[in-house]
């Protein structure tokens, strides 16, 4: 067996490392870290950083989960503000994108539980219009922009 062989569980591992994003269900948003498995991940739980950085959680966890919560919700609205500015569209379809990036918020640490109670957050609060429709729930960003709110106050200036 040759050194550099494609089967080998090295090999393997480095590929699906190299991949990037690996199944969810193994990550630890706290620490940052993605596990590859149950194992990685119980082995991740027993370990002294993260024990610690579960004190601090401990601590404050309404803080830290508010913060998760504002961070995922911006970076959702930014990209809203930035592809689908004025088009009216599916909600998962947004989602699925803003998880494409390797860096994101994960929704399971914030105080949403589904996408379906954070685009209902986004109703009530009024940064979205939000419809619900046989097909899933589909959002429209409102620009509240201060440059945007000038513009259409200009339009609708009668002299």
Known sequence: MGKNDFLTPK???NRIK???LQKLRWYCQMC???CRDENGFKCHCMS???QRQMQIFGENSNRIVDGYSEEFEQSFLD???RSHRFSRIAATVVYNEYINDR???HMNSTEWA???EFVKHLGRTGKCKVEETPKGWFITYIDRDSETLFKERLKNFVF
């Open 11 to 13: 090999a393997i591992a």
């Open 18 to 20: 190299a991949k990037g």
């Open 32 to 34: 940052q870290k993605q």
């Open 48 to 50: 002294e950083s993260h």
């Open 79 to 81: 990209l809203m503000k």
């Open 103 to 105: 860096h994101h918020v």
């Open 114 to 116: 589904m996408i379906t």
